[in-house]
Nanobody
């Protein structure tokens, strides 16, 4: 079992930056692809970014390309999401998740951290 705890959310003005962290425990962190999802009120939870086991292969949804950067430190069992040039439409609860190595589905989830971007 993998436990995930996010931190770093908050309130920021449009154009500002935040850095989210997700600390993992209870599993072999370096075996998991890690993703950051977000869910805005009334909307579905969507994948925003992902990083493979060593962080060398990444995915970004189109709306965050050039503004968000995902990275991971396997020695610290932590994945990060650096968010720059934030927009009001980035407002959501952000969740980190670990993809199960057998099912290849995101099976382990953190509790989420709120990001609010004011205009």
């Amino acid at each position: 079992q993998v436990q995930l705890v996010e931190s770093g959310g908050g309130l920021v003005q449009a154009g500002g930056s935040l850095r989210l962290s997700c600390a993992a425990s209870g599993g072999t962190f370096s075996r998991y692809t890690m993703g950051w999802f977000r869910q805005a009120p009334g909307k579905e939870r969507d994948l925003v970014v992902a990083a493979n086991k060593n962080g060398h292969s990444t995915y970004y949804t189109d709306s965050v390309k050039g503004r968000f950067t995902v990275s991971r430190d396997n020695a610290k069992n932590t994945v990060y999401l650096q968010m720059n040039s934030l927009k009001p439409e980035d407002t959501a609860i952000y969740y980190c998740a670990a993809r199960d190595i057998v099912s290849l589905k995101y099976h382990y989830w953190g509790q989420g951290t709120q990001v609010t971007v004011s205009s």
